[in-house]
């Protein structure tokens, strides 16, 4: 805004920056300015804001044409505050502020407030932008505030009673004044406690009253005796709350109000009393038109108006009454019965608020004038607690009445309902009149007594989710989760509780855990069928454990006549009961009665035998043995009866479940698997015999093949080695006679050819030829190709050509051969040689390993030492390494020597398919307990298949990307890292090139 105004008077100014100022100016409540003083002494309102005409009552253009006029509104007793704030701005560089008054063309006088701010231009002159504010209701708002304050304390210091502020353990924390009386000195009060300078009953008695105001929130009064000089005195203490946990307690000497007759003027001084220290609000009004004529402090406090502006105006002048007519009804109730008492009306107070109220009245006459004593009780508190219970309480009802779960509400003394929802009613089988007014001992609703239950809720207040047992009206059990609370209800202690029915959940819960078990039953009967072939032990234990899981007093295998057994087979039974093991009955017409109800019946179920119908022997069968229920499920293979597996309950008749029918059911099928199983093991022990001679004579076999294999693996190596060492011999041969020549022939590029040769020996050295080791000195000589049996016959003229040396009566002829053509010759030779040297390797590996040499080394040393010594076959490819290798990673736990040969064949199948002057980049990272080297090229891409590929054993098509020299050398790559404990691979760039990694094993320090 500043740069703004400032804008205004510079040349340049725009044409629409005044309208700008002006409305944000106009937005301001108050007047902006801004002021300049130039060099010579002058000084002019450059600006000053629309604002001037309602704070100064002048036009912004008379104050810019004489701003002199300023100086002469501005208050006499202001103007050398004003020009000293003006001279310390000056002089500290600080912003102007300054507070005064004025006094405005039509004689208002105003507060103002103005802040500012100067800035020196670079010529000299000196601005200042600032900000003029009507301040005037602050101030006088401060002022009423201050006379206040003085006025309460002047009433304060007037009281001539005794006041004390006390803590609520009775400690005397300060007082003030004389009076009641009382001449102790102050170090004589000030810490002690009411015990210690009051007597006891006196100190009793104040004590309950500092209590029951801090708890009330309420003016307490309290009256004792004390003896003194003068005798035995009246004092009475008014006591009311002043902080936390403190009171103030004004003490006054009644003794001679308490010798005084009840007359008038103790009637009068107690209805004072009442009037001034009463926490209602309470007027006197004249009864004709309503003009108040006292009001006491309370009044004030309620209704926000101060005392002198209630006096002599009536309440229709102060709009107290929000309904108008209600004044009118309270005449008329008066008028009717004299008197009126507690008419709810809604009264205002001066903010506007709005509140209810408990109206009180009745006609006096003070000095002959009808006048209205009215009491109000403000009860909006009340209302809004009574709305908000109202509340409460409907959202309570209706939570207990649709609640799905039983709640009750009992007497916490005996237990006796006085409250259930419609849940309760529902679960327990009982009417609502059935229960209310009765205890549940009477309801015989617990299964027990919870003594225990009522004694913790009584300790503690509440219980949570205690698992109990119930009984419905029909008899019926139930489970349920129990949580109570204790509440008080009419004075009387209560409990409210809440039941969860978990009846359903339980028996699921139940038949969870029964089919977890019967489960587990038949997966450990399976698992015994399938391995061991010990009929009888798994019988037996077919019934132990079936008996444990139905908890029956019998179970029993029953056989038919079959192959392997019949008669009662298997028993686990209680000692209190008779065996059938040993149960034998000739009597074939019973047994087959027996085997047709077995046969027509998926499963026999008798929950009560005394209740069926079945013939006499079924019926004394059942009575020999104590059977009272039983559960029988045939033993089927198709629609053959192997026999049956029969529980039997002797102590009482049994209902059985769905899954005790079912685990009986399964296991039936279980035993039947386990009997077929028997049946073949039978019968795979006649071929026994057979197998085992088959089984001699199949071994003889083999022994006999697998010796022919190793024949043919010894074989296989002899001429491995055979092909290997001719070809090799042949080959090194055929390089020492082509490199002499090209060295006979192109004698400027000795050095080359040397290294050439050398190359050709050192190969030749590998192999261990003796041919070529006993030669080493005279390669450089004609006469060494004699030394070698393959090459005699061939030598080398003075122009470079090759003679063979013909048998003897022929001539000898000579063909002559280029120096390039020599160089393919070598290279040739070279990639034979190093394919011997690979299948050799791949030979070795696959016999006996990669044979590793680890030893811990930096990784970073490891890979510069490598780049150093593939200096030579870089320079001769020209190509370079980048290497962006760290310096700090950890060490590795490698062999050198094999992990030189992979860092080699990587980079020369790079030069095998790209031109002279690739470039490589060396990156590593670590990875969890191993370091990755990538070395990235720029030279030409492959497929994702060759990628994949690459270090793959197969053979190679001749004219493939990777012939198959180069595929043995990048297979050995991978079986040495693998050998290591690593990874090997190669992906494609997204632009060009390949990225070859592997990893390797980082060294982990003891």
């Not at 802040?115 to 504010?133: A, F």
């Not at 990874?983 to 060294?1003: D, H, M, Q, W």
């Amino acid at each position: 805004m500043n740069e703004t105004v400032k804008a205004l008077h510079t040349p340049n100014s725009q044409q629409g920056t005044l309208p700008l100022l002006e409305k944000i100016a106009a937005n301001l409540p108050g007047m902006i300015f801004q002021f300049l003083k130039r060099q010579d002494g002058s000084q002019f309102v450059i600006y000053a804001s629309s604002g001037c005409k309602e704070l100064f009552e002048l036009e912004p253009e008379m104050l810019q044409a004489d701003f002199q006029v300023l100086n002469k509104l501005t208050h006499p007793q202001d103007i050398k505050a004003f020009e000293e704030s003006i001279a310390a701005c000056c002089a500290t560089g600080e912003p102007w502020h300054w507070e005064g008054r004025i006094i405005t063309p039509s004689g208002k006088l105003k507060w103002i407030q103005g802040t500012s701010r100067y800035e020196k231009q670079p010529c000299g002159d000196v601005i200042w932008d600032g900000l003029l504010i009507d301040i005037t209701d602050r101030k006088l708002a401060e002022e009423k505030l201050r006379e206040s304050e003085a006025r309460y304390k002047a009433i304060l210091n007037a009281i001539p009673d005794l006041m004390f502020r006390i803590s609520r353990d009775g400690k005397y924390l300060d007082f003030k004044g004389e009076g009641a009386n009382v001449t102790i000195p102050r170090h004589e009060i000030v810490g002690k406690t009411l015990q210690e300078l009051l007597p006891p009953d006196v100190a009793l008695k104040s004590q309950e009253a500092i209590a029951k105001a801090l708890d009330s929130k309420t003016l307490q009064t309290c009256e004792y005796q004390l003896p003194t000089p003068l005798g035995i005195r009246d004092y009475e203490a008014r006591v009311v709350v002043s902080g936390q946990d403190e009171v103030v307690a004004i003490v006054r000497d009644i003794t001679e109000r308490k010798q005084t007759e009840v007359t008038l003027r103790n009637l009068a001084q107690k209805f004072a009393t009442v009037f001034h220290c009463s926490p209602n609000p309470i007027s006197i009004s004249t009864l004709a038109e309503g003009r108040y004529i006292e009001v006491n402090d309370s009044f004030v406090k309620q209704s926000g108006y101060e005392r002198e502006e209630v006096i002599d105006r009536t309440d229709f002048d102060l709009h107290i009454w929000v309904n108008q007519s209600d004044r009118t009804t309270v005449l008329q109730e008066l008028q009717k019965h004299g008197v009126v008492r507690n008419m709810e009306f809604e009264f205002r107070r001066k903010s506007g608020e709005r509140r209810t109220g408990l109206f009180s009245a009745e006609v006096i006459h003070l000095d002959g004038i009808p006048c209205l004593l009215s009491v109000n009780h403000d009860i909006s508190e009340r209302k809004k607690a009574e709305l908000a219970l109202r509340e409460s309480e409907e959202k309570f009802s209706k939570a207990f009445c649709s609640s799905p779960n039983p709640i009750t509400i009992l007497t916490l003394k005996d237990g006796r309902y006085l409250e259930v929802n419609d849940a309760f009613v529902q679960i327990t089988g009982f009417s609502r009149e059935e229960v209310i007014g009765r205890t549940r001992n009477e309801l015989n609703l617990w299964v027990s007594c919870h003594g225990n239950t009522i004694k913790a809720l009584k300790e503690q207040g509440f219980i949570r989710n205690l698992e109990i047992e119930l009984y419905t009206k029909s008899g019926e059990l139930r489970v349920a989760l129990f949580s109570a609370e204790v509440i008080t209800l009419g004075g009387e202690p209560c409990m409210l509780c809440v039941t969860n029915d978990i009846t359903e959940r339980k028996q699921a819960e139940e038949l969870l855990r029964l089919s977890s078990k019967r489960d587990r039953l038949l997966t450990q009967t399976l698992s015994r069928i399938r391995q061991s072939l010990n009929l009888d032990q798994i019988l037996q234990t077919t019934v132990n454990e079936v008996r444990q899981f139905l908890e029956a007093d019998r179970v029993f295998i029953a056989l038919n006549d079959t192959n392997l057994y019949s008669g009662i087979f298997a028993e686990s039974v209680d000692p209190k009961y008779p065996s059938v093991l040993n149960w034998k009955n000739e009597d074939k017409t019973f047994i087959e009665e027996l085997k047709t109800i077995l046969r027509s019946n998926r499963v026999r179920i008798v929950e009560d035998t005394t209740k069926i119908s079945g013939s006499a022997k079924l019926k004394g069968l059942y009575k020999q043995f104590q059977i009272r229920a039983n559960l029988a499920v045939p033993i089927m293979q198709g629609k053959e009866l192997f026999g049956a597996l029969i529980a039997n309950q002797c102590s009482k008749p049994r209902h059985w479940s769905a899954i005790e029918i079912d685990l009986l059911q399964q296991m039936s099928e279980q035993v039947a698997i386990a009997i077929q199983q028997a049946q073949l093991y039978q019968k795979l022990e006649q071929f026994n015999t057979n197998l085992e001679r088959q089984v001699e004579e199949r071994t003889a076999q083999l022994q006999q093949k697998m010796l022919e294999l190793q024949e043919l693996n010894s074989v296989k190596d002899v001429v491995l080695h055979t092909v290997s060492h001719e070809l090799r011999t042949s080959v090194m041969g055929n390089l020492m006679v082509l490199n002499n020549l090209l060295n006979r022939g192109q004698q400027e590029n000795t050095s080359v050819r040397k290294s050439t040769i050398l190359r050709g020996v050192n190969k030749a050295l590998r192999g261990g030829h003796p041919e070529v080791e006993g030669n080493i000195p005279r390669l450089g000589n004609h006469a060494s190709v004699l030394k070698f049996p393959r090459l005699r016959g061939m030598s080398i003229d003075k122009n470079n050509s090759l003679c063979l040396s013909p048998p003897s009566g022929l001539t000898a002829f000579s063909i002559p051969v280029s120096g390039s053509i020599i160089e393919r010759m070598i290279q040739g030779n070279d990639r034979q040689l190093e394919m011997i040297e690979s299948l050799l390797e791949l030979h070795s590996s696959e016999a006996q390993g990669i044979v590793l040499h680890r030893e811990v080394v930096s990784f970073h040393s490891l890979i510069d030492k490598m780049i150093k010594d593939l200096q030579p076959m870089l320079t001769q490819q020209k190509s370079s390494v980048k290497n962006l290798v760290a310096d700090d990673l950890p060490s590795v736990i490698v062999d050198p020597g094999q992990l030189q040969k992979v860092f080699v064949n990587l980079l020369t199948y790079s030069w095998q398919h790209n031109p002279p002057g690739v470039k490589f980049t060396l990156k590593a990272t670590v990875e969890t307990g191993r370091i990755r080297l990538q070395i990235q090229d720029d030279g030409v891409s492959m497929s994702k298949l060759e990628c994949d590929r690459l270090f793959d054993l197969y053979v190679r098509a001749p004219q493939a990307p990777c012939s198959t020299r180069i595929g043995l050398k990048m297979y050995l790559c991978r079986q040495i890292i693998k050998a290591h404990g690593g990874e090997i691979g190669v992906s494609c760039n997204r632009k060009r090139g390949l990225t070859f990694y592997f990893t390797l094993p980082l060294a982990i320090s003891s």
